[in-house]
């Protein structure tokens, strides 16, 4: 049994929202970065973008869909008619979306009975950020370390089933669900509009956000592949509170406006209807397009080349976590920064961070802060293991080199040296004493030695296709 929408919302309301097209406000393009950041002829030519130059079909606009999205959280009564909704959001607060089964009688038979896996992230509204996505969140990641950009509020959902958030993708979750039955995920975003826009003075205006649902069947394979129906809604995120005082500071100047300027507004609506859309690429095109400034090297910071653009050297900035000195830099090229000496450097960005900046620039091999030693050690390679004198197995060890210091970094670097996802690392635990297993934290790994060594064993997780990794 589908389970029905009860809100104070007119057919003609949800309707209209449906329509709406995803591209219909574009009106932060070009306002947060400088009007020749970008080639927007380069940047329209990406294939991700060509599906988004002409609206809907026309047969869509009639079309009932078979999911619908509800975030709830009021509209700004500040947007004006024919512009998309926008809706405030306070930073970590839960908010919940409802998700509808909105199909027809017979329609979609395949999926009856059977679960469905939605994926939700927040993207950039605007296209330049979308272009510099990877960059825009590695810099976010190296400010924030440990932290997420979205996370699922787990007690407070309904009938979720396998929730899941990468540790490599902090702007996205996932999770099963059945139609049939009631569901309501409740979402927590963790960062804020102006954490992406160039400093240049105070009152800076805050980047829009997109909360972007995808919707996926099984295939012949069992694997949720198969795309069944995308929507989104634009958002900005406020510190805990701004987005309530947004809100109210936008109806206070609404009512202050004439009748006849009031009409050229929407309504502000008590929950907000997400708009179907593309789906969202799962390839980053960003990185099948790198830079001409940038050249790749065994070094841990590709190089930066003398023919890099000020644009190409702001990418490189942000992508080898300086993005607190991009301002500082904004009209420099690779040139330029490569001029620069080492006491030039010092001066600009103080000792600690000068001299890992220059090192960068000069292709030299910054020293990680932690470095720990792993050996997974099973029965069979114990049998199999050349040995010492005394009898002892020579057990073989990897290195592994940590920068941030977090359990989300040495996730993803244990799943790197044994080539598997870092989502089947589902935890990881520290064998104490008398044999209690401690799970890892960020501050635990922050108090370890450096070159400390470990022996890795593994226990399969019953309740999904995951590993526990516990270090001894």
């Known amino acids: 049994m589908a389970w029905a929408l009860k809100l104070p919302l007119t057919d003609e309301v949800i309707e209209s929202g449906l329509v709406q097209d995803f591209d219909a406000s574009l009106s932060g393009i070009g306002q947060e970065l400088g009007a020749g950041a970008y080639s927007m002829s380069d940047v329209l030519a990406l294939p991700i973008f060509k599906q988004e130059e002409s609206n809907l079909p026309p047969e869509t606009e009639n079309k009932i869909l078979p999911f619908q999205y509800v975030l709830c959280a009021p509209t700004s009564p500040a947007i004006k008619l024919h512009d998309e909704t926008l809706t ?84 996205t979750v996932e999770f099963l669900w059945d139609p049939s039955k009631r569901t309501s995920v409740f979402i927590q975003v963790h960062c804020i509009s102006t954490e992406f826009t160039m400093r240049k003075h105070g009152g800076e205006k805050g980047v829009p956000f997109r909360i972007q649902i995808d919707t996926f069947k099984e295939n012949e394979s069992e694997e949720y592949t198969e795309h069944l129906h995308s929507a989104s809604c634009q958002v900005k995120v406020f510190k805990p509170k701004g987005a309530d005082r947004k809100q109210k500071t936008d109806r206070e100047k609404m009512e202050k406006r004439a009748p006849q300027e ?18 969202w690429p799962e390839v980053t095109y960003v990185s099948n397009s790198p830079s001409p400034g940038f050249n790749s090297t065994h070094n841990s910071f590709p190089n930066l080349l ?28 690779g040139a330029d920064l490569l001029k620069l000496t080492r006491e030039d450097v010092i001066q600009i960005c103080g000792p600690a961070d000068g001299i890992r900046l220059f090192n960068a620039l000069k292709g030299r091999l910054v020293r990680p802060r932690l470095t720990i030693y792993v050996c997974q050690e099973s029965q069979q390679a114990r ?19 940590l920068e941030e210091l977090t359990a989300t970094e040495l ?34 790994i922050q108090n370890f030695q450096d070159e400390v060594c470990f022996v890795l064993d593994t226990m399969k997780d019953n309740t999904s296709d995951g590993y526990h990794i516990i270090l001894k």
């Open 411 to 444: 996730t993803e670097k244990l799943a790197q040296l044994f080539n598997i996802s870092p989502r089947q690392i589902n935890q990881i635990f520290k064998q104490g004493p008398t044999g209690i297993h401690v799970l890892i934290s960020d501050e635990m």
């Open 383 to 401: 049998d199999h293991q050349p040995k010492h004198e005394n009898g002892d197995a020579a057990a073989i060890y990897h290195a592994i080199y």
């Open 306 to 333: 003398p023919t890099a653009t000020p644009q190409d050297a702001q990418q490189w900035l942000h992508r080898n976590r300086f993005s607190p000195f991009c301002r500082l830099f904004t009209n420099f090229s």
């Open 88 to 171: 405030y959001l306070n930073q970590g607060q839960s908010y919940e979306i409802r998700m509808l089964d909105n199909r027809k009688i017979g329609e979609l038979p395949e999926i009856t009975g059977k679960m469905v896996k939605s994926i939700i992230r927040v993207v950039f509204h605007d296209r330049r950020l979308q272009y510099t996505e990877h960059q825009q969140l590695e810099g976010w990641r190296w400010n924030r370390p440990g932290d997420r950009i979205l996370d699922l509020d787990i007690p407070m959902s309904v009938g979720i089933i396998d929730p899941r958030a990468n540790p490599t993708q902090l702007n």
């Open 262 to 279: 009031k009409e050229k507004y929407q309504p502000s609506y008590e929950t907000t209807i997400l708009t179907e859309c593309s789906p």
